[in-house]
């Protein structure tokens, strides 16, 4: 799977929006955009994936780049049950039937102040 | 049913013990993952087990051995570990294929201590 960077860490104020950068400059054309978090001791949860367009769910929204080579996760109203590690995976829509697993990079340590 | 579950949630095991480690999903996902977690760093895959075959990181050592009696339950035999292999032990599952359409699920791991 191409590479991701992502910031170490950020930090916000509860219930405002959080916007969480990731920069994927050498993405293919076949390449999904995953998030996925992980609270403290527990097991990474999806968040959201896309490809092309921008997607929203229950829990938060992605913006793609135009060129596709970063997107943003938006926390639209951050809660202090938001504060977790957000990994940025790209995932080959091909992926060999999910043979080859989800990559992990470092992630960003998201902290939300009360 | 849309969780994966692992037992036991922690294990305290001797160097000189086998224990197994155990991951259950019914929710029809094709592939099953183990993957090894270490404080303050990102989870490693370990094993895959993909339409039944499986997949392994080169680099986990041997006293790991992975066992997929079927296509919902996903065990992890423990032999002669060391203390290094102390760890967070995650299960996921997803649907398979194609492979990066779909989100993974995880369960919430099993915590061991190898004294």
């Known amino acids: 799977d191409a590479k991701t960077t992502q910031p170490n860490s950020m930090e916000s104020n509860e219930e405002e929006p959080v916007h969480l950068p990731c920069n994927h400059s050498?993405?293919?054309?076949?390449?999904?955009i995953h998030w996925y978090r992980q609270l403290p001791s527990q097991g990474p949860e999806y968040v959201i994936h896309?490809?092309?367009s921008n997607v929203n769910n229950r829990m938060a929204s992605l913006a793609i780049a135009e060129d596709r080579k970063s997107s943003t996760l938006i926390l639209h109203r951050a809660t202090l049950r938001d504060a977790a590690v957000y990994y940025c995976?790209?995932?080959?829509?091909?992926?060999?039937?999910?043979?080859?697993?989800?990559?992990f990079g470092k992630g960003t340590h998201l902290i939300i102040q009360p | 049913d849309t969780e994966v579950t692992q037992t036991p949630k922690h294990l305290v095991m001797g160097m000189t013990n086998k224990k197994s480690l155990k991951c259950e999903q019914h929710?029809?996902?094709?592939?099953m993952y183990w993957y090894k977690q270490k404080a303050k760093k990102p989870p490693e895959l370990m094993f895959v087990y993909s339409y039944e075959k499986l997949s392994i990181n080169e680099s986990v050592p041997s006293r790991f051995s992975p066992e997929c009696p079927n296509s919902s339950l996903l065990n992890l035999h423990l032999h002669a570990l060391q203390p290094e292999d102390s760890a967070l032990y995650l299960c996921?599952?997803?649907?398979?294929?194609?492979?990066?359409?779909?989100?993974?699920?995880f369960g919430s791991g099993t915590r061991l201590t190898v004294v």
């Open positions: 050498t993405i293919s054309g076949t390449d999904y």
């Open positions: 995976i790209l995932r080959d829509r091909g992926s060999g039937g999910g043979a080859d697993g989800l990559t």
């Open positions: 896309g490809l092309t």
């Open positions: 996921a599952s997803s649907q398979g294929n194609p492979g990066g359409y779909y989100g993974y699920t």
């Open positions: 929710m029809g996902h094709r592939a």
